[in-house]
Structure formats: structure tokens, C-alpha cells
């Protein structure tokens, strides 16, 4: 089968894979002299926005990138990201993973740190994303995007309709569900995900990617302990340590993008329509049923769940504006008991591009919602740039 007859979407995906695992100035220097890159995000933003970044002005993640082909087998790829919280500065490694690159029959390993495959947005740096945070949802659940210490296994299918199949495993310290007692005994490897992604074209202009998504947290159940009868389940709402604000033993997801753009040139103008849904389930402590009963509303309810639908357009190379809307349903842990909480937020953005390495970014945000601590109903105008030094990898599909 040639390769140019291939769908879009599948075509787009084997130049993606093939970018990211031989960086193009890899590929024409030496294995000695990889590939550097560095990214510059910084924001004034005017109100503080719930699970997320402080008003004023900050730095969002300051990325330092080292990547190159090992050798004819394996790609390599390390990751520290900066961020200024509180007037400190914190250092955290995100990425540092071997990746395979010849692998028979379509398999692929990553070992290490990096970002987990499951959802849609996830397995994407922040920088990426065409609005300056990413949904309530994701930082509710995945604490922005979820990276981890452990291992994938991916397998993409010989079928013309784009279709990975994949299984990781993590440490899983990020998502651990708080204990006071300080006695509790965590699974070592504590979070296993499981997915599958499916893809084709509609016509010469468009294609799309349907996502399923399972993650399994063996220690995301509150403990319990005689001394503390209950254990809160979200964490500091203007923490931004990438750890989840809510867990669960288990979080189902669900993602779907459609992307336009005429006769496949996105060059000049292109649509991009997303949306995904988490479901959050069994966060409950072992003897919370056994409490007294409560007039709590949700007192019987064991989930959470958020979604968002998004839409972005590029009007001409150099301008886009994008338009989201999500909300979040969870449960705070309150002495024995469970008080609903809810989080609605609509968010409008205008960016301007000067090239594929720069971004300067406006963008308005509403947040309405219930019993979230210092949360005002009200307005949050973000202004942001984003620019890229260096080496550039392809984004994904």
C-alpha cells in the first residue's frame, strides 16, 4: 500500500511518531549532538482561577528539553520543567524515557518518566494547547496532565483505519488519596491504564479520532484511620504541584476530535472540535457506608465526573480564536459526610501566531460554582505568550 493512500489522520500520525522518535536536527548531526530546545511561558492573569494559576504575574512551565536517537534501536528524551509558584521556583522532572524504534509488528516500549497516553490532551505538553490552562476536568482529576515513573506498551494495528492499542504502568505517587495517620501502606505500583485510539478521514478535508480511556488506581481510595475518622479528598485548590486534587480506584474517559482544514492544507485555515468526558468512581473509604446516616445531598453518590467541548479556529496563518466550555460535579470530604461541589467555566480566546515557534495569547474566562473555598462568581482576563527556542517536535494529531 502506498503511503500517500493512506487516511489522513493515519498518514499525519506516522510523520508525528517518526518526528518525535528522529528529531529532524537528529537526523542530520551526529548521535553525540542532540537535539535542544526550550519553551517560555509566562502570564498576567487578574483574578485567581479555581484548581489552577494565581492572579498576577507568573511563569507556567519553563521547559528545557534534550532529545536524540540513541542508536538504530531506541530514541531518548529528557524534560525539566521550571514554574515560579509563591515568588518560589520549583524544579520538577517531567519527561526522561527510552523509547523503542524498531520493534517488529507493530509494538512499541517506552521506560521512565513521561506523560501518560490516556484522553486526548494528556500525552501533550501544556504549551500545545490552544487555551492558556487546561480544562476543569483535567486538573481536577489528572492534575493538568498526568506524568509518571514506569512503563508502556503500545501496538498499532496493519489496518487502514488508524487504530493503537495501549498499556501502561506507574508508580503512581501523583495520584495517592490523602491519609493523615501516616501509617497507610501504598501500592508501590499503584496506577495501570489501558486505551485505544481509532482514526480516519471524512472526505480530502477532514478526519478524526475517537478515544477509550481506563486508568486503575489501586491507591486512590481515602484511608481512614481510628484517630481521624475522615480524610479530605481534594488537595490545596491553588496548589499546582501537578498532584490531583480528587482520586478514585477508577477513572473511565472517553475523547473525540474532528479536524478540518481545506483539501488537508492547514497551513491557512483549520477547525479542530474536542470534547472529552471522566467519569470518577470509588473514592469512598472502606467504612464510610458504615457512618451515620446524613441529610448531606450526596451522601449515596460514589463518582465524579467533568467533561468540556472545545472548539478552535485558525482564520488565516497568523490568528485563531477559541471558544470551550466545561464543567466538573465532585465531592469534598467534610468531617464523616460528602458536600457536592460544582465548577462551571466558559473560556473565549483570541492568539496571535507569528510563526509556528511564537504565541501571544488573550483570553477571557467565566467560573461559576459552589462550595470551592475563595471561589467568587466572576470574570478572569489571562494574558500569555508562549515561545519556543530551538528544536521543535511535531505536535500530535
Known amino acids: ?28 548531526s551526529s548521535l553525540n549532538n542532540p537535539a535542544i530546545s ?14 489552577g494559576n494565581a492572579k ?15 542508536d538504530d534501536l531506541f530514541y531518548g528524551k529528557i524534560t525539566t520543567v521550571l514554574e515560579m509558584q509563591e515568588g518560589e521556583t520549583q524544579v520538577e522532572l517531567e519527561e526522561a524515557f527510552i523509547q523503542t524504534l524498531a520493534m517488529p509488528a507493530g509494538l512499541g516500549i517506552r521506560a521512565g518518566r513521561f506523560l501518560s497516553d490516556i484522553g486526548y490532551l494528556n500525552n501533550q505538553h501544556p504549551h500545545a494547547d490552544a487555551f492558556v490552562e487546561r480544562p476543569a476536568v483535567y486538573r481536577a482529576f489528572l492534575g493538568s496532565h498526568y506524568f509518571d515513573t514506569g512503563v508502556r ?9 488508524y487504530w493503537l492499542i495501549g498499556s501502561e504502568a506507574f508508580n503512581g505517587d501523583a495520584l495517592r488519596s490523602g491519609e493523615e495517620s501516616g501509617e497507610r501502606d501504598y501500592r508501590t505500583v499503584g496506577v495501570y491504564t489501558a486505551y485505544t485510539k481509532l482514526g480516519g478521514d471524512i472526505g480530502e478535508s477532514g478526519s478524526w479520532q475517537l478515544g477509550l480511556n481506563y486508568l486503575r488506581n489501586e491507591n486512590g481510595r481515602a484511608g481512614l484511620h481510628k484517630e481521624h475518622p475522615a480524610q479530605e479528598v481534594a488537595a490545596d485548590e491553588h496548589g499546582h504541584n501537578h498532584d490531583v486534587a480528587y482520586t478514585g480506584k477508577n477513572l473511565y474517559g472517553v475523547d ?10 492547514y497551513k491557512y485555515r483549520h477547525l479542530t472540535l474536542s470534547g472529552e468526558y471522566f467519569h470518577l468512581s470509588d473514592f469512598r473509604p472502606q467504612d464510610t ?13 460514589d463518582f465524579a465526573q467533568g467533561w468540556y467541548l472545545s472548539g478552535v479556529y485558525q482564520f488565516s496563518p497568523n490568528w485563531s480564536v477559541g471558544l470551550r466550555y466545561g464543567q466538573v460535579d465532585t465531592q469534598l ?27 501571544v495569547r488573550l483570553q477571557y474566562t467565566r467560573q461559576q460554582g459552589t462550595n470551592f473555598d475563595g471561589l467568587n462568581d ?13 528544536a521543535h517536535d511535531a505536535h500530535q494529531f
Open 333 to 359: 470530604m467534610h468531617d464523616e459526610y460528602f458536600d457536592a461541589q460544582k465548577l462551571k467555566e466558559t473560556e473565549l480566546t483570541l492568539a496571535w501566531h507569528q510563526s509556528h515557534f511564537s504565541t
Open 38 to 51: 526550550g519553551v517560555l511561558n509566562g502570564y498576567y492573569q487578574s483574578a485567581d482561577r479555581v484548581l
Open 56 to 70: 498576577g504575574f507568573g511563569l507556567n512551565e519553563t521547559e528545557l528539553t534534550i532529545s536524540a536517537s540513541i
Open 153 to 161: 506498551l503500545n501496538y498499532l494495528a496493519p489496518t487502514e483505519l
Open 289 to 301: 457506608h458504615d457512618a451515620p446516616e446524613a441529610e448531606h445531598a450526596d451522601e449515596g453518590k
Open 1 to 28: 500500500m502506498k503511503f500517500q493512500s493512506l487516511p489522513v489522520v493515519v498518514r499525519m500520525t506516522v510523520l508525528t511518531t517518526a518526528l518525535a522518535c528522529c528529531p529532524v536536527s537528529a537526523q542530520v
Open 256 to 265: 473525540f476530535v474532528y479536524k478540518w482544514a481545506p483539501q488537508g492544507n
Open 378 to 390: 466572576g470574570n478572569i482576563v489571562t494574558l500569555q505568550y508562549i515561545m519556543t527556542l530551538g
